[in-house]
């Protein structure tokens, strides 16, 4: 069984900073694209960040130079550096895997159970 549980989300002022991680476990056989996802209160859930295996990035306008995402492929960790944080970044923020559980099978998506993160003065 496939756990990806997220951790660092906590209350900061605006313009403060915070990281995020997600660590996945189980039987994985490889992990492809790892994302963050969030969801504000009264929103629907928005694409934040996305990495691949290959280490490109790739970021929702509205995070751009703020947000920096990373992972450590030997640890099945993927992170998430946010700084300059504003109001309106408060939400739930979800880790995303797309992975294999065995060689020659489909992948799969995968969702941790989310970490809020709250910006407020």
């Known amino acids: 069984q496939v756990q990806l549980v997220e951790s660092g989300g906590g209350l900061v002022q605006p313009g403060g900073s915070l990281r995020l991680s997600c660590a996945a476990s189980?039987?994985?056989?490889?992990?492809?694209?790892m994302a963050w996802y969030r969801q504000g209160p009264g929103k629907e859930r928005e694409l934040v960040a996305v990495i691949g295996s290959g280490a490109n990035p790739h970021y929702a306008d509205s995070v751009k130079g703020r947000f920096t995402i990373s992972r450590d492929n030997a640890k099945n960790t993927v992170y998430l550096q946010i700084d300059s944080l504003k109001p309106e970044d408060t939400a739930v923020y979800y880790c995303?895997?797309?992975?294999?559980?065995?060689?020659?099978?489909?992948?799969?998506?995968?969702w941790g159970q989310g970490t809020q993160v709250t910006v407020s003065s």
């Open positions: 189980g039987s994985i056989f490889s992990i492809n694209a």
């Open positions: 995303n895997a797309n992975l294999k559980l065995r060689a020659g099978l489909a992948s799969y998506s995968y």
